[in-house]
């Protein structure tokens, strides 16, 4: 009786290699491309969207730090006089362009440390402005724009920036200059080629409200009518007659 010979299955020849055939490398690429031209937008979107978030993080972050730091300064700011010849104005001087003050700083020479400090705006790049602090010594002379040193980029951006002044009694107006009344609060507008970039502008309060003209020689009546008010709501009550 003849035995059956097991099967063995004969693989390739010696010679042989295994891979993938030309017409499965062509398929391969095809479907690479269709799928690469298909996500192509998508991928461009987010790259265009991811740009935009980290420009409005950095424009955030240096609207608070340049916010800050002018609001201290105002918050801060020294009602102080100048007399030049016969004329007697407050230290504080203001454009739509620029800001002039004294302000406890800290950094400045004897107690309190007051000194001047300048803000104004000038121009970054062809399209854009920038707004740059600087502080001087109170001196005379530095009053004239000069000796004003340190200089720090508050704000800066493909934007255009204006100071407005707005008095006690409401009056807005865009110059503040030879005046004895400090202003009630600095207003900031960021102007971008379609408009204003926030609905409404930065507002800046100066607490030192007390006018010049009340420390004068001869005051006017108004702060003589404050004085007698304070004296009658501090002092003492008058003794019914006998």
């Not at 693989?11 to 690429?29: C, D, H, N, W, Y």
């Not at 107006?173 to 009630?184: F, H, I, S, T, Y």
Request: charged share 25%; glycine share 10%.
């Amino acid at each position: 009786m003849r035995r059956k010979r097991p099967a063995v299955r004969r693989g390739p020849p010696a010679s042989g290699r295994a891979g993938f055939s030309l017409l499965e490398v062509l398929v391969a690429m095809a479907i690479t491309v269709l799928l690469v031209v298909t996500f192509a937008p998508f991928a461009s979107q987010l790259i265009l969207t991811w740009g935009r978030g980290a420009r409005t993080a950095e424009l955030v972050d240096m609207l608070t730090r340049g916010n800050d730091r002018l609001a201290r300064d105002l918050l801060a700011v020294v009602p102080m006089t100048l007399t030049r010849g016969e004329r007697t104005s407050m230290i504080f001087r203001g454009g739509p362009g620029y800001l002039m003050f004294a302000t406890a700083t800290g950094f400045g020479p004897g107690r309190g440390g007051i000194e001047l400090v300048s803000v104004g705006i000038e121009q970054d790049g062809a399209a854009g402005q920038a707004i740059v602090r600087r502080r001087s010594p109170l001196r005379d002379e530095a009053i004239a724009a000069s000796g004003f040193k340190d200089p720090v980029t508050l704000l800066t951006g493909p934007y255009q920036y204006r100071f407005d002044y707005v008095a006690a009694d409401g009056t807005k107006v865009g110059e503040w200059q030879d005046r004895l009344d400090m202003p009630a609060r600095v207003e900031l507008t960021i102007l971008t080629p379609t408009g204003p970039l926030l609905p409404l502008p930065l507002s800046y309060f100066v607490p030192a409200d007390l006018s010049a003209a009340c420390i004068t020689d001869e005051p006017p009546d108004f702060c003589e009518a404050d004085g007698d008010e304070a004296d009658q709501d501090s002092g003492d009550p008058t003794p019914p007659p006998d």
